[in-house]
């Protein structure tokens, strides 16, 4: 028995339809497979993240939550925080934490539709290629 790699992250989404957009038109990330859901608004789309998967499972009609404890982001590693930044913000996504450095490493934060932090990412000394 062995663990051999991250398959996927799962996130639930309150609007599918916009969080299906945001990940695949803004982000631009390629769909890997949908599993149609039983209801209207509880489809299931995959989405290669880079690296990994996140699924994206649609829960229209659900109350938020605030966890005290888990998910706390989901960082992207890119080659260019700024650029990255521009043409994200071209794209009409809204930073909450526009492109700084803490040493070296350069970020920015933005959140999906549902809320979920996102990080654009770039470390010379903290990069695992």
Do not use: M
């Given at each position: 028995m062995a663990?051999?790699?991250?398959?996927?992250i799962a996130l639930r989404?309150?609007?599918?339809?916009?969080?299906?957009a945001?990940?695949?038109?803004?982000?631009?990330?390629?769909?890997?497979?949908?599993?149609?859901g039983?209801?209207?608004?509880?489809?299931?789309?995959?989405v290669d993240i880079g690296?990994?998967?996140?699924?994206?499972?649609?829960?229209?009609?659900?109350?938020p939550t605030k966890p005290t404890c888990g998910f706390v982001h989901l960082a992207f590693e890119v080659d260019d925080v700024d650029a990255t930044y521009e043409a994200l913000k071209a794209k009409g996504v809204a930073f909450h934490v526009e492109p700084r450095s803490v040493?070296?490493?350069r970020?920015?934060?933005?959140?999906?539709?549902?809320?979920?932090?996102?990080?654009?990412f770039h470390s010379p000394s903290l990069s695992w290629k």
């Open positions: 663990i051999l790699k991250a398959h996927h989404t309150r609007d599918y339809a916009a969080s299906k945001f990940y695949t038109e803004t982000l631009g990330f390629k769909v890997l497979g949908q599993i149609p039983r209801t209207p608004g509880q489809d299931i789309l995959f690296g990994t998967t996140i699924e994206l499972i649609g829960v229209e009609g659900a109350e040493g070296d490493i970020l920015a934060f933005f959140r999906d539709p549902d809320g979920n932090e996102l990080e654009l």
